[in-house]
């Protein structure tokens, strides 16, 4: 099964050039707005479903695709195809611990077992108080997840979409987990930096966004 994602690049015209729109994420950096297509949803819906959530912007238009990477996954990595505990055990029967991880997230997985219900993978999940430069571990879980809750290719869309409402330069808005979220616009001239691994994102599509 592949998991399909999408990536929002919103973009407006001033006076001095082409603006991004990026968002401050509380913990982890500067980032562009995407997320994961759900299920029964195309990637058209699903791009600015995202865009809506993580900015709060409504009057957004499709300008153009920009094409895909089509297994963004590498070894060693697979990803959630439906929201999961990670177990104590390799047994769906064991203690879950919190959070709930939804459809979409992905994580570095290890050998796999058969367990008492299933065959299982063992997982590592790191959450740090900040990204870039973390200075510490904030949630540290080890344990494992069903197979079957687990894919391993990840397709991701990239989409530039026009923004047709005016805006203050920055802005905030509630995000998932009781983050709060603030979109604000960058000049993309020069190069904004981002969060690796999304400035990646921007390196494959940055000829076309400025063009």
């Given amino acids: 099964m592949t998991i399909h994602k999408v990536t929002a690049f919103i973009t407006r015209e001033r006076p001095q050039g082409r603006q991004l729109l990026l968002f401050q994420h509380p913990q982890a950096g500067v980032q562009i707005p995407a997320g994961t297509v759900d299920e029964g949803e195309d990637w058209q819906t699903a791009v600015v479903r995202e865009a809506h959530e993580e900015t709060g912007l409504t009057q957004l238009t499709i300008h153009r695709y920009l094409g895909q990477v089509e297994n963004e996954l590498a070894a060693g990595e697979a990803i959630l195809n439906q929201d999961s505990h990670i177990f104590s055990q390799p047994n769906t029967d ?118």
């Fill in 94 to 211: 064991s203690i879950p611990f919190a959070p709930l991880f939804t459809r979409g997230m992905t994580f570095e997985v290890g050998d796999a077992v058969e367990g008492w219900n299933g065959r299982f993978h063992h997982v590592t999940y790191l959450e740090y108080d900040q990204l870039p430069n973390p200075t510490k571990i904030m949630l540290h879980i080890d344990g494992w997840l069903p197979e079957e809750c687990l894919s391993w290719r990840k397709t991701r869309h990239y989409v530039h979409l026009h923004c047709h409402e005016e805006t203050a330069a920055r802005w905030t808005l509630p995000g998932d987990r009781d983050h709060t979220f603030a979109p604000f616009w960058a000049d993309l001239q020069p190069k904004p930096a981002i969060v690796h691994p999304q400035n990646r994102w921007l390196d494959d599509v940055y000829d076309q966004l400025i063009r």
